[in-house]
């Protein structure tokens, strides 16, 4: 028993001094995005990497979700004859929940990665070091264009995604399922406020701000080679998701 | 007062203790280098005197600044008189051999990037390189890395080169060059400098002294020759690289 507590108690150690290494880490990315130089190509091209090219997997998620919100959801309220209902799930859905989580969790398992390799691989081959030695503060040129571009391509992402989610939804509802397109239509603009749509939105901030944050974090405290970076790519992924999903709850709440 | 000076440093990870009360000091156009088996702490030490470390207790006084006191700005502006070759050069992957070489210059000078090309050009040649400007460092070989490497420590034209482990790596007759190329850059632009390293041929080749680190403490500082004609028997057995000796095969 008491050799179980003290592992316990090691653990929830280890934890506490690791989220007080992210906050330390996030304070320091904060503390320099403020002051000239600004790497606006920097930021440009991290925009273009993990906004641009994660396009196609936020499409498609955003689109096959949508589609199938709006099948299941048929399936479902055809029992007790409330399909017109349909469009106001889908367009709730995608707007408060759908759009903003699927973003975040495409984003993070493809630029989140894609960050924590090549910042870890950076790591292991002394190329921040070397950054430091030229009197370049690492943070501020590697991390702070990582951390707003993904703030910012998240908000834009999770917009086109929910926009693609509910046009899913109408084809599959109106065209498929053979709903009425006005009653779809009026459903859903009566059903969604413009509220809903900005509470989808300010998640996908504190969603971008945790994929670019902790894919940079484990970048930079990549030890120990290939192995390493491997390791450090797959807890960028892992530890992302699971903040995803637990801020989730807590700006939902927070939100309501 | 010398360039450098370690003041009794002691760094610890964890419960590791690297270095146990390291003193050395560094005069002004010195070559210093220091030899070490693995794990010794030489690649640690060298950090220290760039405040890419910091000492858990000590002090490194680089040029009369007590390093581990400055601040972020005092930390860049130090670091501007210094340039450093790392083991595995460590070049920037995504950019081009010029923009490498150019990248302090960018960073901290009003040059346009045409003059920052034409540096990095004349920086490439005096290290034996032309024609690789466009290049990216995947399309290099080990050797033309670490000149590529050396040129990128010297474009700010440091006062002060630190090269880890520069030898490494290579054959053995582009070892040696690489050794010509530190003396050569060392009587056209007067610098000190400090290396680390375990080949001792290059470490006789190069230095002005030659100092031994071993478990976290400088054992003995002499000449070349002096350290030849060491009387230790750890440094002797390191010196003729026996694997009989005090010192044993971890």
């Known amino acids: 028993m008491t050799r179980w507590l003290e592992a316990l108690g090691d653990k929830v150690f280890l934890w506490m001094t690791n989220m007080g290494k992210v906050l330390m880490f996030l304070l320091q990315t904060v503390r320099w995005a403020t002051g000239r130089p600004f790497y606006l190509k920097n930021l440009f091209k991290q925009m273009e990497q993990i906004g641009v090219n994660s396009v196609p997997v936020v499409l498609t998620t955003a689109l096959s979700t949508g589609m199938v919100l709006a099948l299941q959801s048929y399936t479902g309220f055809k029992r007790f004859g409330a399909t017109s209902l349909i469009g106001a799930v889908v367009s709730l859905s995608m707007t408060r929940e759908l759009g903003p989580v699927l973003t975040g969790l495409m984003v993070a398992g493809r630029a989140g990665a894609s960050m924590a390799a090549e910042l870890g691989t950076m790591k292991v081959t002394e190329q921040i070091d070397a950054l430091a030695t030229l009197a370049t503060n690492p943070i501020k040129y590697l991390v702070v264009p990582r951390f707003l571009a993904s703030i910012i391509m998240m908000f834009f992402l999770t917009a086109l995604g929910v926009f693609i989610g509910i046009v899913g939804g109408y084809f599959v509802g109106v065209k498929v399922l053979d709903t009425n397109p006005v009653v779809y239509i009026n459903q859903s603009i009566d059903n969604t406020k413009v509220s809903d749509i900005w509470y989808g939105l300010i998640k996908s901030l504190v969603f971008g701000a945790v994929v670019g944050l902790i894919g940079c974090y484990k970048g930079f405290t990549t030890e120990g080679g290939a192995e390493g970076v491997g390791k450090a790519t797959t807890g960028a992924v892992v530890v992302s998701c699971m903040l995803i999903l637990v801020l989730d709850y807590f700006l939902s709440a927070l939100l309501w | ?250």
């Open chain 2, 1 to 250: 007062m010398s360039m450098i000076e370690i003041i009794n440093i002691h760094k610890h990870f964890g419960s590791q203790h690297v270095l146990r009360g390291v003193n050395l000091a560094v005069e002004q156009g010195e070559s210093m280098t220091v030899i070490g088996g693995s794990g010794s702490g030489k690649s640690v030490l060298i950090k220290h005197i760039i405040g890419l470390l910091f000492p858990d207790r000590g002090q490194v006084v680089v040029d009369g600044q007590l390093v581990n006191k400055l601040d972020e700005q005092g930390l860049n502006e130090l670091r501007k008189k210094f340039g450093m070759l790392f083991q595995g050069a460590a070049l920037f992957d995504s950019l081009t051999v010029w923009e490498n070489v150019g990248f302090a210059l960018k960073q901290h000078s009003k040059h346009s990037a045409k003059e920052i090309r034409a540096i990095a050009t004349e920086k490439l040649a005096l290290v034996g390189l032309k024609g690789v400007e466009d290049k990216m460092p995947a399309e290099l070989s080990g050797g033309m890395k670490k000149r590529v490497g050396l040129a990128r420590a010297i474009a700010m034209g440091p006062a002060i080169i630190l090269y880890d482990e520069p030898t490494t790596g290579l054959d053995p007759i582009m070892a040696d060059a690489i050794n010509d190329l530190i003396i050569d850059l060392r009587k056209k632009l007067g610098v000190t400098s400090v290396t680390i390293t375990h080949d001792m041929h290059s470490a006789y080749k190069i230095s002005d002294r030659i100092a031994m680190l071993y478990k976290g403490e400088i054992l003995e500082v002499g000449t070349p020759d002096e350290i030849r004609k060491t009387d230790n028997p750890i440094v002797h057995q390191f010196i003729t690289g026996s694997a009989v000796g005090p010192i044993t095969a971890e």
